[in-house]
């Protein structure tokens, strides 16, 4: 038969008194057994706890998902290596058609090529190039969409909590909940954390609102376990 607290109690204090009498061992044991119902009698629980966090959400955090879901994304990434590579393949194709049908007269491969030198060059230029000024427009377009309007909802004081029901993200204008079913994935980057509530659109949560590194892995941890225990 369990203890009730108060027996627990007075069973402790009794030990107290006679530990001086019994060995060691047997006052370790008995008073692990006393913890053990205790914590019987209380039912303590080891089900999920719901985590929250605060932050504010700044255009810098907007631009990095942007960024992100960019350089991730199956379909953006296709059009980013066709627009990369497309160009220069034909540019290189039709180099190539010029440099044989320029030699054929002259029936010198080596001095034909030479003598186009500067145009095949445009080739390994562009897939240097094109890099940098894909970035670069790309975070022009980014930060001319952040800029239209005021934004209200999305750049001010948020409180995302999640609990193996779903996640909720609440500021002082708006407050959305979304069932872990219904969530896309859950993805960790170098300074973010993004919960995808649709193929285009995430709850962004930013390390800097953890104390340390271990409460955002935590956090990342928890949520993952939740969404994969949903979708399963």
């Given at each position: 038969?369990?203890k009730?607290?108060?027996e ?43 985590m929250?966090?605060?932050?504010e959400?700044?255009?810098?955090d ?14 953006a990434?296709?059009?980013?290596l ?14 190539t ?11 010198a ?24 000024a ?33 996640v909720?993200?609440?500021s002082?204008?708006a ?32 390390r ?8 955002f ?16």
């Amino acid at each position: 038969m369990k203890k009730a607290p108060n027996e627990a109690l007075e069973s402790m204090q009794l030990l107290l008194r006679k530990s001086r009498k019994a060995p060691l061992s047997f006052v370790v044991l008995h008073l692990a057994w006393l913890i053990f119902n205790v914590r019987q009698k209380h039912h303590i629980s080891h089900d999920p706890i719901a985590m929250t966090t605060e932050y504010e959400i700044t255009k810098d955090d907007l631009k990095a998902f942007n960024l992100y879901h960019n350089r991730h994304s199956p379909t953006a990434r296709r059009q980013y290596l066709c627009s990369w590579f497309g160009p220069a393949f034909i540019w290189l194709l039709i180099c190539t058609g010029l440099w044989y049908l320029a030699d054929q007269k002259r029936n010198a491969p080596l001095q034909t090529f030479l003598n186009l030198l500067p145009l095949f060059s445009g080739v390994p230029l562009y897939l240097l190039y094109f890099p940098w000024a894909y970035r670069r427009k790309l975070q022009k377009i980014i930060v001319g969409m952040v800029s239209e309007g005021q934004n209200r909802g999305l750049f001010s004081h948020h409180r995302i909590t999640i609990s193996p029901e779903g996640v909720i993200d609440a500021s002082e204008f708006a407050q959305t909940s979304t069932a872990w079913r219904a969530v896309e994935r859950v993805v960790a980057a170098d300074e973010y954390a993004y919960i995808y509530i649709s193929a285009l659109a995430a709850i962004i949560v930013p390390r800097r609102a953890f104390a340390g590194p271990l409460e955002f892995e935590e956090f990342v941890r928890t949520a993952r376990g939740h969404h994969e225990k949903a979708v399963a």
